[in-house]
């Protein structure tokens, strides 16, 4: 398998069952060959003022909220090939319905320093957009076992879906 390195810095992954013994480790660094990113659009909020005793001269903030776009940087599926992203590229890519894309596990497998930083990892996660069960989305939304199809409710507004969201009319 062709493993393709799409974020912004090297990704070093332990490799089992390398060299001449089979049961041998090995780590191996993927360079970055280029960024795959979500498009990213910022809606600005009124600022936010400091009111802390810690900031005695006081001042302001700005805040927005942001909103996620399309994946921009992500070739499209080659044979015998995983690509490399970030978290929030991987889930996007499993709502497309992608199986090629994964995601570096820095969870507690991963190989960490003194000071937490992470040094390597031991796996690759990949995310999935099926529903865990009949009553719920993939994005945790869950529906009432009330609804009908007489009665089935608004689209999903967490993730545009036609499922119903969580309210009751029984």
Not at 33 to 52: C, F, I, K, N, W
Not at 134 to 156: A, E, F, K, L, T
Request: glycine share 10%.
């Amino acid at each position: 398998m062709r493993l393709v390195n799409l974020t912004p810095h090297p990704v070093t992954l332990r490799i089992k069952g390398a060299g001449v013994n089979y049961g041998e480790e090995a780590t191996v660094t993927l360079p970055s060959s280029g960024v795959a990113r979500l498009e990213v659009q910022d809606y600005p909020l009124d600022p936010m003022a400091v009111d802390d005793p810690a900031w005695p001269d006081g001042g302001y903030f700005n805040v927005a909220e942001r909103s996620f776009g399309d994946i921009v940087g992500l070739p499209a599926p080659a044979e015998r090939t995983i690509y490399i992203v970030s978290l929030p590229v991987a889930q996007r890519a499993a709502e497309l319905g992608r199986t090629d894309v994964y995601a570096p596990d820095t969870g507690p497998s991963a190989i960490r320093d003194e000071r937490g930083n992470i040094m390597a990892v031991t796996g690759l996660v990949r995310f999935t957009a099926r529903r865990r069960n009949s009553s719920s989305c993939w994005c945790g939304q869950v529906s009432c076992s009330h609804q009908s199809r007489r009665n089935p409710g608004p689209p999903c507004y967490h993730c545009g879906g036609d499922h119903p969201t969580a309210w009751c009319e029984a």
